[in-house]
């Protein structure tokens, strides 16, 4: 473990540790105080750390740190600390800062002058405005304070949903164009890599709007809308076990091919309703092999090949190698391997499927999958997943105490991952529903009658007509935030 | 994320010249510094000055200009419409790194700092030169790195509105038809209800944390082995010709690959895999066989080991067993790619280990080895001699007394050398030469066996000088012989050539015959007791022409 290196979200949580331990030794001590300087040279280690010459900014959206434009991943370790320094930026009217570049020039004491002011702050009416006038006055050009940003101003999350559905689309276009390109002969998979990087910033950015989307199904196009959501929900997974970029990219394209041996099975096979016969299924578990061979194919660096092979040959293979395809060689199984396991069956567990009376809904795959943790998946890979999803996922339909439909948008709080934020959704007069406001289950602006609004049980989608991913690209009605 | 929405208008801001003339330095500039790092080595202080000045015009335009965008095209690049160079499109050209790539534009933005611009560069320079691979790749390269101030778009994936409507899916996002459950019965609507999942359970231990990091270091370290497991149990899954074939050629660049990366341990792995996996075949998928030999043959052919003799000489004492085992795997047609290895300079252990690998690929097929013995490279054969003669049968010895009559003496003594050291029935082939009408293959024989003392030739010689009438032409040969007797020989031979020297009657004609001549000296060769005594009598002969050829040969 020792000679991994320090991913920057472990580095965005420093930052804000250091920032946190800065502003609690500065308002406590004396610039000279021994502490104070300790406090300092740990920040000033964190930011060489993050970048030697860039501009460092830390922003607050929707209840959620991002450092450098990352959204920070909370965990066990850091949700204290991230709660207060939450609560810090928010008594202050703070959506923000950012320091330039130019501020690795400046004195030690200037920002320790600015850690007071801003510990200061808090005392004054308009905080916000009494910092900047101070900032003005000191001539600290190499700060900038954010205000909190008006959640209802949401062009850069129109900017991210228009980009995320785009890549959805092209997605599912760029894993049929290579499906029938490699059946005929060899494909390139130029396209495939931009668009598994662009995968890889989306996830990165906002993980949250990818897993809404993973929940989209078409069922003229299983194959293809089944490929892309494993692709997400990959990426997703491999992001929140700390794989790094260029890895995150190869997972990505994993995903997105781990089923190019099911394209050119019969449908018959595919949606044949009740068992398969032993010939059907013999078909069946070959295409993790006919998958193999169609990725040999393709025109890749062998960089790139050797690595988006694994995945999608063992993403039937139980952890003890049982499964399919039979193994002789093969003394273990990849950490892609695994991953692709885990969000196929989900994925799958999740989807209407001809041969079962109905699909499960988000929180009872993973109760299924928990279930037969340790025989069919890797229990340290599951139990992340499910703490990547909540025990009702991202995507899910809620029923509610006060009878109401909520769908399960994000959980801001990632320490309590039993309350999401959840959309509010509405039926309207055509049997349908619309969205409604967006209530943070942690932490609820308390209704008239005083009772709080809790989870009673989860609803299956399908059952009620619902695409859940079409609310996670509209405008959100925000109140009680 | 380094794409961003198009939303220049070069209609409404064409540059003015001085703008435009700045971006030109600058667009110059940075060719220049490209092709500075591809001449110089990294830090070199052409390099760094070229970065210097590249990044000082870049900073002084976006101070005064804003954002610098260039867009790009096959031929050319290009600012807010105008067109900046029109350069055909050679490897040197900047604008066809990017074209190829499928960059549609590059900006530049304030704050840009050396460093990056620096890393920039050097991805440039790396993938600069068209590769085998199918497509180079400064995307990704870029993408990896994140400079802060320098974006791109890539054509692959567009977002602007209209484009890609043929991209729009068969379904929507709004309602779908709901799925009614309710004409199945009730107990086949509902799965077992499983308990809600504990909270507890699902906190990812200290240890499960060391794992999955363990999990994540693993597969960023990159080991080959686990690909080319699944490669291999692919195969043992295959029942098509076609697919098989694929994975066998795949598995043959994967062994080319590996020797060039000194990896003999997957090198081996391959070899010893596809020989399980052969093992099997034989018994079950008989089809294959001949298509699993052919992979050993295609393997063995120079085009797959030619890494291994670039890396030869770097092979340290450690990996010479990985090597011998897999030079063991290999058909007989390594023999040329082994041979020309041996020519190199390497140490005593791996020239043996050379040796013997093709003695052992000679012995299962001698052909390829016959085939290098008719290379114009004497070096080459002469080393190889060495081979054959640690061949057993006769077609080794064929070739062998073929070589005998090499244009080269070199091989022609080594040749005889070998010949002589195999054993009594080769030396008679041999001897027989002495005789031959090739004057010069005679003496050069005669010369090889008298290297050393050996009975065989000995007696053969003896023999011939008692029974071969010479003539008078024929001093020099006779002289030969005597002196090979003399230095092959041994006490057997004092006893002819006492009767040679002092015995016999010589007719007046004879009075200085080259055989009483040669007697001497073959005594004199000999270096025994006995046939010192031999020259000591004929010293004391009563015959002057006895006396006066004994006191010549000694002086």
């Known amino acids: 473990m020792s000679d991994r290196p320090i991913k920057p979200k472990l580095s965005g949580t420093q930052l804000l540790r250091a920032l946190y331990h800065l502003f609690n030794a500065v308002r406590l001590h004396q610039d000279n105080n021994q502490l104070i300087k300790d406090c300092l040279t740990q920040f000033n280690d964190v930011i060489s750390e993050i970048s030697a010459d860039e501009d460092i900014t830390i922003r607050i959206w929707r209840g959620r740190f991002h450092i450098q434009g990352e959204r920070l991943l909370y965990r066990r370790d850091n949700y204290t600390i991230i709660n207060e320094m939450l609560d810090y930026f928010s008594r202050r009217g703070l959506g923000g800062l950012c320091l330039f570049a130019t501020f690795r020039n400046t004195r030690p004491e200037n920002l320790l002058a600015l850690v007071r002011l801003l510990n200061e702050s808090a005392k004054h009416d308009e905080p916000l405005d009494w910092l900047n006038e101070q900032l003005d006055d000191s001539g600290f050009s190499w700060v900038e304070l954010y205000k909190v940003q008006d959640e209802k101003d949401s062009t850069l999350d129109s900017h991210h949903k228009e980009m995320a559905w785009n890549t959805y689309l092209t997605a599912m276009n760029v894993v049929k164009e290579v499906a029938e390109k490699v059946s005929g002969g060899v494909a390139g998979v130029r396209k495939a890599r931009r668009l598994a990087q662009t995968i890889v910033d989306l996830v990165h950015e906002d993980y949250s709007l990818m897993l809404g989307l993973a929940t989209i199904r078409d069922y003229d196009d299983y194959t293809y809308t089944h490929s892309v959501n494993v692709s997400f929900f990959a990426t997703c997974l491999g992001r929140y076990v700390g794989l790094s970029q260029i890895f995150l990219e190869h997972l990505a394209v994993c995903g997105l091919f781990h089923d190019l041996g099911k394209v050119g099975v019969s449908k018959e096979i595919l949606l044949k309703p009740g068992g398969l016969n032993s010939e059907e299924w013999d078909t069946m578990r070959r295409h993790p092999l006919i998958g193999t061979r169609k990725i040999l194919r393709l025109q890749a660096p062998h960089s790139l090949k050797s690595r988006i092979i694994l995945g999608p040959f063992e993403h039937h293979l139980n952890p003890d190698l049982t499964g399919y395809p039979k193994t002789h060689f093969m003394k273990q199984i990849s950490l892609f391997g695994k991953i692709l396991r885990i969000v196929d069956v989900f994925e799958a567990l999740t989807a209407e499927r001809s041969y079962r009376p109905r699909s499960y809904s988000p929180d009872e795959a993973l109760q299924q999958m928990w279930s037969e943790r340790g025989r069919s998946f890797d229990v340290p890979l599951l139990k992340s997943f499910i703490n990547m999803m909540g025990v009702y996922p991202i995507g899910s339909l809620l029923e509610l105490n006060t009878g109401e439909i909520g769908l399960v948008m994000d959980y801001p709080d990632e320490s309590k991952k039993t309350l999401p934020l959840i959309m509010l959704l509405n039926a309207d007069r055509k049997g349908g529903y619309i969205s409604g406001e967006l209530v943070n289950l942690a932490d609820q602006v308390i209704p008239g009658d005083g009772s709080p609004r809790t989870i009673v049980k989860g609803l299956h989608a399908s059952k009620l007509g619902i695409q859940p991913s079409h609310y996670f690209l509209q405008e959100p009605k925000l109140t009680g935030m | ?555």
């Open chain 2, 1 to 555: 994320m380094g794409t961003q929405d198009d939303t220049f208008d070069h209609s409404s801001d064409r540059p003015t010249p001085v703008e435009l003339e700045a971006v030109k330095k600058i667009l110059t500039g940075l060719h220049h510094a490209r092709k500075n790092y591809s001449f110089y080595p990294d830090g070199h202080s052409i390099c760094t000055s070229s970065l210097a000045q590249i990044h000082s015009q870049l900073t002084a335009h976006l101070a005064q200009y804003g954002n610098l965008r260039l867009d790009i095209e096959k031929d050319y690049l290009s600012f807010k419409g105008e067109i900046l160079n029109l350069g055909v499109p050679e490897a040197g050209n900047l604008a066809l790194f990017f074209f190829r790539d499928g960059i549609r534009w590059l900006e530049f933005m304030e704050g840009v700092s050396p460093e990056e611009l620096d890393e920039f560069l050097k991805i440039i320079n790396k993938y600069s030169v068209l590769s085998d691979e199918p497509d180079g790749d400064i995307v990704t390269a870029i993408w990896e790195l994140k400079p802060p101030h320098i974006k791109y778009q890539v054509a692959d994936l567009s977002w602007e509105s209209g484009q890609g409507t043929d991209a729009r899916p068969s379904f929507h996002l709004g309602p779908i038809e709901a799925v009614s459950t309710a004409s199945l019965p009730q107990a086949h609507t509902d799965y077992p209800r499983l308990p809600a999942i504990d909270q507890s359970e699902i906190m990812i231990t200290p240890e499960e944390e060391v794992m999955i990091q363990t999990m994540v270091r693993l597969e960023e370290r990159q080991d080959p082995t686990a690909y080319l497991d699944a490669l291999f149990d692919s195969l043992l899954a295959y029942r098509e010709k076609e697919n098989f074939e694929i994975i066998l050629e795949v598995l043959q660049e994967e062994f080319k690959d590996s020797l060039a990366r000194k990896d003999f341990d997957v090198t081996l792995k391959i070899l010893q895999s596809l020989q399980y996996i052969f093992d099997i075949c034989q018994e079950e998928l008989s089809w294959a066989v001949p298509i699993i030999e052919d992979c050993y043959f295609t393997i063995s052919s120079a085009r797959y080991l030619t890494p291994l003799q670039a890396v030869w000489s770097q092979i340290d004492f450690n990996q010479i067993v990985k090597v011998k085992q897999i030079l063991t795997f290999l058909k007989p047609e390594a023999s040329s790619t082994l041979a020309i290895i041996l020519l190199q300079q390497q140490s005593p252990q791996l020239r043996k280990l050379l040796m013997n690998a093709l003695l052992t690929l000679a012995a299962k097929d001698m052909r390829p080895l016959e085939t290098l013995m008719k290379s114009p490279d004497e070096k080459l054969v002469q080393i190889l001699v060495q081979v054959l003669g640690n061949l057993k049968g006769e077609r080794p010895v064929k070739v062998l007394m073929s070589l005998v009559h090499h244009k080269s003496e070199r091989v022609r003594i080594d040749a005889i050398k070998v010949m002589l050291q195999r054993g009594p029935e080769y030396i008679q082939d041999i001897f027989q030469l002495i005789d031959a009408s090739d004057k010069h293959l005679s003496t050069l024989i005669l010369k090889s066996m008298g290297q050393t003392r050996n009975a065989d030739v000995e007696k053969l010689l003896l023999e011939y000088l008692k029974a071969r009438k010479f003539k008078k032409t024929e001093s020099d040969h006779v002289m030969a012989c005597f002196s090979a007797l003399g230095q092959c020989g041994s006490s057997r031979s004092v006893e002819f050539l006492r009767q040679t020297l002092i015995g016999r009657r010589w007719s007046l004609r004879f009075r200085q015959s080259a055989q009483m001549r040669g007697a001497a000296v073959a005594l004199r060769l000999l270096k025994i007791p006995e046939a010192q005594r031999v020259l000591d009598e004929a010293l004391r002969s009563f015959r002057p022409h006895v006396r006066q050829i004994v006191k010549q040969e000694l002086s």
